[in-house]
């Protein structure tokens, strides 16, 4: 039998409502807040990657699914958005069309990761990206964004965490305090983290290995190495989420896998999912555009990861939908009137109802067994007596009322439908 990738999974019909209904939470959030949804293609030119995310990151160094097409261009399936979006925005000049692009997206992303409860190597990811301003008005948009949607959801145990990178030159003032501070102590970290002294000296703090954060404890902290500006910026980002009631927590150890990241950066976890807790994760990136070609444009962003929010939602068993009605369901008494009813089926169908009948020539019993599946909330009963008189019986499932109607005549069926409804 042949199945699945390691780590790539079917979204089964029983899975869709619940995917249904973040999807329409995420349109209509984003609309809100007046952005735009941009969809951009499933694989690039690796070096979009490589330059955008950056050569030392895990994403680029062992996660990417990287092949050569049979042009010999070495393409990639998207690990991540942003690259994806600031692409399409410079080569489409988005920024000549308006100075500010509030752009939205939900889509498939691939990262070569072990898999485990929460890590996929097809995930699916929605986020936003504000290309044109540096108002750290835009960082909390994005925080309260994500916020709203997770909130609407019903999520309790969710906490947002923030911090501030600051600006390249005083990233790599504090950068050489923490190697100085680490440099007696490299021999002692585990092998990953030496790795990462060497290469992005900040990753250490991402370190799951008890032994590496001991060391890290007394460690000099970035906020005490901002600039001016980014800090001005971080101190109004949490006055700001203080107005709007949004709670967070500054916590001086996100750092963020990537590279592009400047000034505020932030994270919503969720103490619900085990390990794999980060629902999204987000920040500014006003280096990355003019990086990729374009001109020096700041921007910010976020991206969550809808596997990991919907397991949120089953563990805090917040997720209530509807059930999955459907208007009427045909039992026929006499297979060989299958002919009949189905035209009837499309007349109904054609006016708005969600209608089915039996395919599979089953009795009766089973007939009825599958409205009841589908809890069809009318019955049309077709055969027997009232066939023979040019009649059908239509049974309302609710009260169990049952009314006699003329065959034949689907007007009059979808005008009395259409008022009992
Ligand atoms: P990142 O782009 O790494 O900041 O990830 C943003 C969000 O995407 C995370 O907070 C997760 O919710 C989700 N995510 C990242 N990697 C994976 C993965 N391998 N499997 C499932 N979800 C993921």
């Not at 039998?1 to 939470?25: F, N, Q, R, V, Y």
């Not at 949607?149 to 019903?154: E, K, M, P, R, V």
């Not at 030496?194 to 991402?206: E, S, V």
């Not at 994270?267 to 003019?290: H, M, P, T």
Request: charged share 30%.
């Amino acid at each position: 039998m042949i199945k699945a990738i390691t780590g790539i999974k079917d979204i089964l019909p029983s899975e869709i409502p619940s995917w249904s209904h973040l999807e329409e939470a995420i349109h209509s959030v984003f609309k809100n807040y007046n952005y735009k949804e941009i969809r951009t293609p499933v694989f690039e030119e690796t070096t979009l990657f490589s330059r955008g995310i950056g050569e030392e990151t895990d994403i680029v160094g062992k996660e990417m699914y990287t092949f050569t097409d049979r042009s010999g261009t070495s393409v990639t399936l998207k690990p991540e958005m942003t690259a994806a979006v600031v692409r399409a925005y410079v080569e489409h000049s988005l920024g000549k069309q308006q100075p500010l692009n509030k752009l939205y997206y939900i889509s498939p992303m691939f990262r070569q990761e072990r898999p485990q409860a929460g890590r996929l190597r097809q995930f699916h990811q929605f986020g936003g990206e504000a290309i044109g301003s540096s108002s750290p008005l835009l960082d909390v948009e994005m925080i309260d964004i994500a916020y709203n949607i997770l909130n609407n959801l019903g999520l309790k145990d969710i906490l947002v965490k923030i911090n501030s990178l600051g600006i390249p030159g005083s990233r790599e003032r504090y950068k050489e305090e923490l190697r100085n501070y680490l440099a007696e102590k490299k021999e002692m970290l585990s092998e990953d983290s030496r790795r990462r002294f060497d290469k992005n000296i900040l990753r250490i703090f991402d370190s799951k290995i008890d032994n590496d954060q001991n060391l890290l404890k007394d460690a000099p902290l970035i906020l005490d190495y901002l600039d001016d500006e980014s800090k001005s910026d971080f101190d109004m980002v949490q006055s700001m989420l203080e107005r709007l009631n949004i709670p967070f927590e500054i916590d001086q150890r996100l750092v963020r896998g990537l590279d592009y990241y400047t000034k505020t950066t932030f994270e919503i976890i969720s103490g619900s999912v085990g390990s794999q807790n980060a629902l999204c994760g987000g920040g500014r990136y006003d280096l990355l555009i003019e990086q990729l070609g374009g001109e020096p444009t700041p921007g910010v962003g976020f991206a969550a990861g809808i596997e990991r929010i919907l397991l949120a939602c089953e563990n805090e068993n917040v997720l209530n939908l509807p059930e999955d009605k459907i208007d009427v369901y045909f039992v026929l008494l006499d297979n060989e009137l299958k002919i009949e009813a189905f035209e009837l089926v499309h007349n109904l169908r054609s006016a708005g109802f969600k209608v089915d009948l039996d395919y599979m020539d089953r009795s009766v019993k089973a007939q009825m067994r599958e409205a009841n599946k589908y809890s069809s909330r009318f019955v049309i009963f077709i055969g027997g007596e009232e066939y023979a008189s040019g009649k059908m019986n239509v049974k309302n499932m609710q009260d169990g009322n049952q009314f006699i109607m003329p065959l034949g005549n689907s007007e009059e069926l979808i005008k009395w439908l259409v008022e009992v409804k």
